[in-house]
């Protein structure tokens, strides 16, 4: 499998800052280049029947954060010598990584997992695992920290 191109999705958590670590020891590795993307939900508040949005002020403040953060890690990449671009995306998460896959013809999607378990996976679900499901291309999940299931001797 050749790979030319590896989108990162990132929440900015330990395993989306392991995820692009690994992008980018692959990316320079293999010659790919690198799409960040980070996925903004349009928070809301909830009242019994009503719906308010965030103002939008609020939400180019989120966005413009984002921004600063993913030209910070493509200009680690391009001091590593890996070509890196960014992109911000508002909406259901997974859609938009897979949809964003397909728009850049990835051929690599690696995405850090929160790594949660039992009750709390099972009532927020996995974004990781709905990318895995839906994704247009192989998907590397990374471990915000990695655990051995050997026995030390």
Known sequence: MRIRHILVPTDFSDGS?????????MARDSGAEITLLHVAHVPTSVFP??????????MRDVEHSADLILDEWCGRAHGAGVPCDARTAIG??????CNTAEAIDADLIIIGTHGRGGLSHLLLGSVAEKVVRKAPCPVLTVRPQMHSTFAQP
């Open 92 to 97: 259901s998460t997974h859609v938009e990584i």
């Open 17 to 25: 800052i392991r995820a692009f670590e690994t992008a980018l020891d």
């Open 49 to 58: 029947d009503v719906i308010l949005p965030i103002a939008p002020e609020m």
